[in-house]
């Protein structure tokens, strides 16, 4: 079975940081890109931002210059480092991976991990 298992959530006051992780377990075969998204009560799931396997980023504009995402492909982790949180950055943070596997490959998400922040 292959599969994500995010951590490092939790509740921080505004102005503070916290970093993600999520690690990619099961028999792979390779990663190509991993993201980190999001969703806040009531509303959609949001990019938050993804890397490439050759570590090309991409990040949401509410989060611009804030978080950092980052990856170490012999590890199969993706990381997300979350400086001066806001209280808008409160939200569930899933990650996503498009995995190759003869398991369970495509485009898989974590069980999610909860960030809250308060102000």
């Known amino acids: 079975q292959v599969q994500l298992v995010e951590s490092g959530g939790g509740l921080v006051q505004a102005g503070g940081s916290l970093r993600l992780s999520c690690a990619a377990s099961?028999?792979?075969?390779?990663?190509?890109?991993m993201g980190w998204y999001r969703q806040a009560p009531g509303k959609q799931r949001e990019l938050v931002a993804d890397i490439s396997r050759e570590g090309t980023t991409n990040y949401g504009d509410s989060v611009k210059g804030r978080f950092t995402i980052s990856r170490d492909n012999a590890k199969n982790t993706v990381y997300l480092q979350m400086n001066s949180l806001k209280p808008e950055d409160t939200a569930v943070y899933y990650c996503?991976?498009?995995?190759?596997?003869?398991?369970?490959?495509?485009?898989?998400w974590g069980q999610g991990t909860q960030v809250t922040v308060s102000s």
């Open positions: 099961g028999i792979i075969f390779r990663i190509n890109a």
């Open positions: 996503n991976a498009d995995v190759v596997s003869p398991v369970r490959g495509g485009s898989l």
